[in-house]
């Protein structure tokens, strides 16, 4: 499975960034799929996650009410979109894919809030 992570970019306090996950390869061996974050500096963290029908998801209590995960499995693609955006949501995104065996991670990219 291979992931490539799109749409970030620089936006000011407020603004709104739609992120996308596009997988290619063994796309029906994926299960659930994960956001995660990396900040300079900081450990990575989980940002959002979203079953393999899209039917159950989980974020993490600082993107909670603002940011929303989801996918489409026809197009092998998952999405973030980030709204009410903060200084302290800038950081490189991940998207993760697990299959049984293995997880898989997407190489980033970078969102810059400014206040």
């Known amino acids: 499975v291979d992931l490539v992570e799109s749409g970030g970019g620089f936006v000011q306090a407020g603004g709104s960034l739609r992120l996308s996950c596009a997988a290619s390869g063994s796309t029906s061996t994926i299960d659930a799929m994960r956001w995660y974050r990396e900040a300079p500096g900081k450990q990575r963290e989980f940002v959002a996650a979203?079953?393999?029908?899209?039917?159950?998801?989980n974020y993490a209590d600082s993107v909670k009410g603002r940011f929303t995960i989801s996918r489409d499995n026809t197009k092998n693609v998952m999405y973030l979109q980030m709204n009410s955006l903060k200084p302290e949501d800038t950081a490189v995104y991940h998207c993760m894919a697990a299959t049984d065996d293995s997880w898989y991670w997407g190489p980033g990219t970078q969102v810059t809030v400014s206040s």
């Open positions: 979203i079953t393999k029908g899209g039917g159950s998801t």
